[in-house]
């Protein structure tokens, strides 16, 4: 089966200005997440969607960043404007059920550099 | 609240020795827990996963972990390293019916030849 997708896989903006990025979760997977992966540091959840709807955002810097899965498939994060401290790999994951078999499944993610 | 800490940040084995690398979670809800593997400017790829049934986990490449509940430990280990194994290691742990994955910060495996 194909994989989760994500572009572009490397993205260098200038601070202050916009930017975002896409995701194609493995089909049939309903829920979907976006990590922000600072060097040197694990994965940390930005925003969790199941289906179309959000369950979790509680870390994600609302005064900058934004995210929709609006037809409850794939989805794109936007950050703007974009401060040196974004620089980062962030991550999109899909899983498909929860429980005793709940797998994450993650992309290669896209690195991001603001200068 | 759910946590993880791996207890090294960096680990240096010769080729062909054992490799260690420590995870110890919190979970307040019985957990499923996992090892990810990440090599360089590469994604995270499933090492293995346990999932309440056998305590012992075997995974690819050769590694396996074990869960142990007295001790809330969940390490990776491997008999005999290869230079192939050279990464950065995530134990992660996700909470019974709550479809969250937390991670931790991570052990970067060095081998030497």
């Known amino acids: 089966e194909a994989g989760v997708a994500q572009s572009p896989r490397y993205k260098i903006i200038e601070k202050r200005q916009s930017v975002a990025f896409w995701c194609n979760p493995i089909?049939?997977?309903?829920?979907l997440y976006w990590y922000q992966q600072i060097l040197g540091q694990g994965p940390k959840l930005l925003i969790q969607?199941?289906?179309?709807?959000?369950?979790?955002d509680s870390q994600l810097p609302k005064d900058r960043f934004s995210a929709e899965r609006l037809k409850g498939v794939d989805s794109t994060l936007k950050i703007q404007p974009a401060k040196l401290e974004d620089s980062a790999v962030y991550l999109c994951?899909?899983?498909?059920?929860?429980?005793?078999?709940?797998?994450?499944?993650f992309g290669q993610g896209t690195r991001l550099t603001v200068v | 609240a759910q946590s993880v800490t791996q207890l090294d940040s960096h680990v240096s084995v010769s080729e062909g020795t054992p490799v260690l690398l420590r995870c110890n979670y919190s979970?307040?809800?019985?957990?499923?827990l996992f090892w990810y593997v990440q090599h360089p400017n590469k994604g995270l790829q499933l090492l293995l996963k346990?999932?309440?049934?056998?305590?012992l986990v075997k995974g690819i490449n050769g590694f396996e972990a074990e869960f142990k509940k007295s001790e809330t430990s969940f390490h990776l280990t491997k008999p005999s390293a290869h230079m192939s194994d050279a990464a950065e290691y995530f134990c992660?742990?996700?909470?019974?019916?709550?479809?969250?994955?937390?991670f931790g910060s991570g052990t970067k495996l060095n081998v030497k030849p």
């Open positions: 994951a899909s899983s498909f059920t929860s429980g005793e078999n709940t797998e994450a499944f």
């Open positions: 089909s049939g997977h309903a829920t």
């Open positions: 969607f199941q289906n179309n709807g959000v369950v979790d």
């Open positions: 979970s307040s809800y019985s957990p499923s």
């Open positions: 346990y999932t309440s049934a056998a305590t």
């Open positions: 992660v742990v996700s909470p019974y019916n709550f479809n969250k994955f937390y």
